[in-house]
């Protein structure tokens, strides 16, 4: 199973503009589709391999979804399912991800955000920024909230099974469910990516080409982002290309 995870993993690589690759070296890991038809919930890669060091960074799903992975400019974090408050730890040396994707960002650009945006308005604004900013928008890239009172709403999933769900909060996939947490003024990050066509359905949940992570202040809480609100004030990170 593992070696047809491999191979899906090129293939996206392969399919996937050489600029993007260059850019930003996106690699994708597993696959929420697969995973939504096949109910496989299986590691594909082990956390040790993902790290990449400085300027690296990422979201994803650790193996039998028991909870969430945020690579942070090299730092790799887990929130096991366990947790009841979303905490933080250092990945065990036999940790896997079923789901991961990652990049590298050599340096950051910034853009404010000037009036208070829905979920939709703020995506929309990622992209029409990276456009104007010189990103390829057709392609992956990796951005980063930063600033102002978050409205978040995240999970980490368990890895305890549930039956067939479309509903938020278990990934979509129905494999596990969730610890979900509300915060309406947040205090810290937002780290994400936005998959373009290549990588939807893929790094992304089928038809949302958006995956992102919340981590507080001081990356001591974090999970898979379900619904957000970004505040005037806050501070849009984009890649410098």
Known sequence: MKSLHIALISGLLLAASASAAELFDIQAYGSFKQMAHTGNTSGVVGLAKLGGGSGTYGVGALAGM?????????????????????????PASTDEAVLFVRGKVDAWQEVPVTADMTQAQFEAFVVESAKRLGVDSS??????????????????????????????GTHQQGHAQSRIFRDAAAKGTLLGFHTGPALEGIASHPGERFHVHFADANQSVSGHVDEYRVPAGATLMLPKT
């Not at 090299?74 to 979303?86: A, D, E, M, N, T």
């Not at 992956?140 to 409205?151: E, K, M, T």
């Open 66 to 90: 028991k909870g969430e992975i945020l690579l942070w400019d090299g730092k790799l974090l887990v929130s096991r399912g366990h947790s009841p408050k979303g905490s933080t730890e250092a």
């Open 139 to 168: 392609n992956a890239f990796p951005f980063a909230v930063r600033g102002g009172n978050l409205d978040v709403t995240w999970h980490v999933v368990t890895g305890t099974p549930t039956g067939v769900s479309h509903g938020s």
